[in-house]
């Protein structure tokens, strides 16, 4: 190509707070902030799915109020038992009756998962004891061929295909070995699910390297098979979603409704197969016409000037990750 054709790529910074309007274009609108904001109908479509790490730091009854359907992976169904179990000392003022462990119980019996799914062999026989006799239903999948999370991530997928696939999940016999990826790929065959559903993931991101980046594999996967599917990995210190190819309206309420600080930290992390065209407005450190590449450039510390929004519009799928903060409130909410 010559000199001339091609266009000129910058980065301009940003004062630290700027009014960004959503773009006339047709374009992606994420608001990846949803389940902090409460509101009585905010948790219509919106899943959570609970995966087999510590949940310390994580406002678990906030998400899960903002959310209608629960699931657990495996191992994942423990770390919902144990959070309730660290808990009890914050809840120390119900104990004066009971002993702690009711005091507990009381509380965990709030919080019991529709669906417990996967190969079972990280959970213990207590939890699968106690979530059973609460109504849960366990779906073994013994396939050693799929991960325990892509297994939650079918079922949250036949919960929500059709009223007649999700009676299946809840009532039929499931075979136990590979059943669940079976059934919603017959579904599926018809026709690809086609309203948005939210799906937030505990404990996918951090910790074992393997399964990490097998989560951001699924992440770009799923998004090619199921564009409807929208996935949001949260951890103690980040958010993290796809940017899709296009332009993308990242909107939220304010900055302090995820973060205290004025310019809360943020990444565009080129982790797929491709290179990506990004063009940005919002952000602390705008780009334009900014080849990013695993093996070139990467945003990382880059940070949201946008007072509530920033447009990022990419040439392909794009990692983003946003800095957050549990437990702030926006008094404004
Ligand atoms: N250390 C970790 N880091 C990231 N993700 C994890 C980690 N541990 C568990 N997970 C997630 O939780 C899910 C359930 O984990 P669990 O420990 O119950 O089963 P596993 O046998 O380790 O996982 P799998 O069967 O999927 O290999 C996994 O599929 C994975 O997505
Ligand atoms: C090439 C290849 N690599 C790894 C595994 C192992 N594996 C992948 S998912 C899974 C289930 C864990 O619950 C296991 C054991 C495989 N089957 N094929």
């Not at 010559?2 to 773009?23: G, H, N, Y």
């Not at 169904?77 to 005091?103: G, I, P, R, V």
């Amino acid at each position: 190509m010559s000199k001339a054709k091609k266009l000129e790529s910058e980065v301009v910074e940003s004062p630290d707070d700027i009014q960004i309007p959503a773009p006339d274009l047709a374009h992606t609108l994420i608001r990846p902030f949803e389940f902090l904001v409460n509101s009585r109908d905010n948790c219509h479509r919106n899943a959570l799915v609970i995966l087999n790490q510590s949940l310390t730091g994580i406002d678990v009854p906030r998400l899960w109020s903002n959310t209608e359907l629960h699931v657990c992976a495996d191992g994942g169904a423990n770390q919902l038992y144990d959070y309730f179990e660290a808990d009890t000392k914050s809840h120390s003022h119900l104990a004066t009756e009971q002993t702690s462990e009711q005091a507990s119980d009381l509380i965990r019996q709030q919080y019991i998962p529709q669906f417990i799914v996967g190969d079972l062999d990280s959970l213990r026989d207590d939890v699968r004891d106690y979530y059973e006799r609460k109504g849960a239903r366990i779906i073994p999948q013994y396939t050693q061929y799929s991960t325990d999370f892509s297994k939650a991530i079918a079922t949250v997928r036949l919960y929500y295909y059709s009223e007649a696939s999700r009676q299946v999940l809840v009532n039929d016999s499931i075979d136990t070995n590979n059943g669940l990826a079976e059934i919603i790929e017959k579904y599926e065959a018809g026709s690809k699910q086609e309203q948005t559903v939210r799906i937030y993931i505990l404990s996918g991101i951090g910790g074992r390297f393997d399964q990490t980046i097998h989560s951001i594999s699924q992440l770009y996967i799923l998004n090619q098979s199921h564009p409807f599917l929208q996935h949001f990995f949260i951890t103690t210190s980040d958010l993290i979603f796809l940017l899709k190819k296009g332009v993308n309206y990242v909107a939220y309420p304010s900055k302090t409704t995820f973060h205290s600080a004025q310019v809360p930290t943020c990444g565009l992390l080129p982790l797929g197969n491709s290179k990506v065209m990004i063009s940005s407005h919002g952000l602390k450190y705008d780009v334009r016409n900014w080849e990013s590449e695993m093996l070139g450039n990467v945003s990382s510390s880059n940070g949201i000037s946008g007072v509530d929004g920033v447009v990022v519009e990419v040439s392909g799928p794009l990692v983003m990750n946003i800095e957050i903060e549990h437990g702030v409130e926006d008094s404004k909410l």
